[in-house]
């Protein structure tokens, strides 16, 4: 063969790689419609199976998916083991390849920590039989971080078809360290299907990193989403317990302009009771909170946002809204330094780009075991 032809051959070679990884990587700026209706067919483009998708997620995690095993929990012992906690205990440290726990129905009262040495573990249950995974670990016995049912400190962490809950009791204002977590995900690139979070104060703790919360449903009653992780909401339901004192929905904790961190409600409903909720108050002087095309009730009351008794905050929050709709989505009466953004301002907060999902992010995994 000539060497001209090689070199052309070769140019093409390269020029067909260079553009499916721009394909690929073009997604991510893809930005989610307007339309509810269109989430999901939305998603389905944009989040390709593993097989079309080799040459842009990270190399670790195609390899780790590539030698996939399951192993299943059922409490009447037909499975492996029959805690969740015998499970993970199997898993080595420094463990390579995906490994999924399948959980079968039923309630595991259970306190469940994953440790960072233990990437690419999946959680998920059935539709219709999802196990509920509780505790009540509260913050005077364990701290405020450490009081979660589930802790998740290792990164490529997946969760589908489950619930995850704190049995403590709801907190009443007399009792010292009555938070109580139900999950706190620390470890980065945590994916969550179709997970149902209950709790009351500190619901969730999405403490750092990139994760997406994805069909979920999460309730609490003050600061039940804290944390400084950079995630992104989809379809989620934030159901508030209000009617008995003050009830906030986030309590973002950034705190530096070099932290590049956030939460992005997309496409997500605002319910539940009561009518004085705030979607969010400065935990940290910048706390960076934004929700767009999102259906927020009457839960939510006319300031919707607070610098926390902080003036000093003020100018420093990034509380934005785009295009919301609802009672609670009225503009009248709103905290003087909310953001209503342009349609360039949300941009970034409302594509796969916000937590570089091409580099990790995978379809549910499938609950057939």
């Known amino acids: ?16 790689a260079f553009l499916a990884s721009n394909i690929a990587l073009a997604n991510d700026n ?18 390709k199976p593993l097989s079309q998708r080799k040459t842009t997620l990270d190399p670790a995690l195609v390899a780790a998916e590539s030698a996939a095993t399951v192993i299943k929990v059922m ?46 573990i999946t959680l998920y249950g059935a539709p219709g039989k999802m196990p509920n995974l509780t505790y009540g670990g509260t913050a005077l016995e364990y701290g405020t971080l450490d009081s979660a049912t589930l802790i998740v400190e290792s990164d490529y962490f997946v969760a589908s078809n489950i619930i995850i809950s704190n049995s403590a009791p709801r907190p009443d204002g ?32 999405d403490d750092a990193h990139w994760h997406i919360y994805k069909d979920c449903l999460i309730q609490g009653t003050v600061d039940f989403v804290f944390g400084n992780g950079k995630t992104l ?22 705190d530096k302009k070099t932290d590049d961190t956030g939460y992005s409600f ?9 009518n004085g909720t705030l979607l969010g108050r400065a935990w940290m002087s910048k706390s960076k909170v934004v929700f767009a095309y999102s259906n927020i009730g009457s839960v939510v009351n006319k300031a919707a946002w607070s610098n926390n008794l902080h003036p000093e905050y003020d100018g420093n929050l990034y509380f934005g809204e785009y295009k919301n709709k609802g009672p609670g989505a009225d503009q009248e009466g709103r905290y ?10 949300t941009r970034p907060f409302i594509t796969l780009g916000y937590i570089q999902g091409s580099k990790w992010l995978l379809p549910p995994p499938n609950p057939e075991v």
């Not at 037909?78 to 906690?85: D, H, L, M, Q, R």
């Not at 003087?336 to 301002?345: G, I, R």
Request: proline share 3%; charged share 20%.
């Open 1 to 16: 063969m000539a060497s001209n032809s090689r070199s052309s051959i070769i140019h093409v070679s390269l020029m067909v």
């Open 30 to 47: 893809v930005p989610i419609p307007a339309v509810k209706s269109q989430l999901n067919s939305w998603y389905h483009q944009n989040v």
């Open 174 to 205: 007399k009792r010292k360290g009555a938070q109580a977590v139900a999950l706190r995900a620390s470890g980065d690139k945590a994916t969550f299907y179709k997970v149902t979070l209950l709790g009351f104060q500190d619901t969730l703790c």
């Open 233 to 254: 909401f989809l379809n989620t339901e934030l159901r508030v317990l209000g009617d008995e004192g003050m009830s906030v929905i986030t309590a973002h904790a950034r």
């Open 266 to 274: 997309v496409h997500c409903d605002v319910t539940g009771t009561g």
């Open 75 to 120: 409490q009447d012992g037909s499975g492996n083991f029959k805690t969740i906690n015998e499970a993970i205990k199997s898993i080595p440290k420094g463990n390579t390849k995906r490994v999924m726990v399948y959980i079968g129905s039923g309630t595991y009262n259970e306190k469940i920590r994953i440790e960072r040495e233990k990437p690419f």
């Open 336 to 345: 003087k330094y909310t953001k209503q953004l342009s349609e360039v301002e």
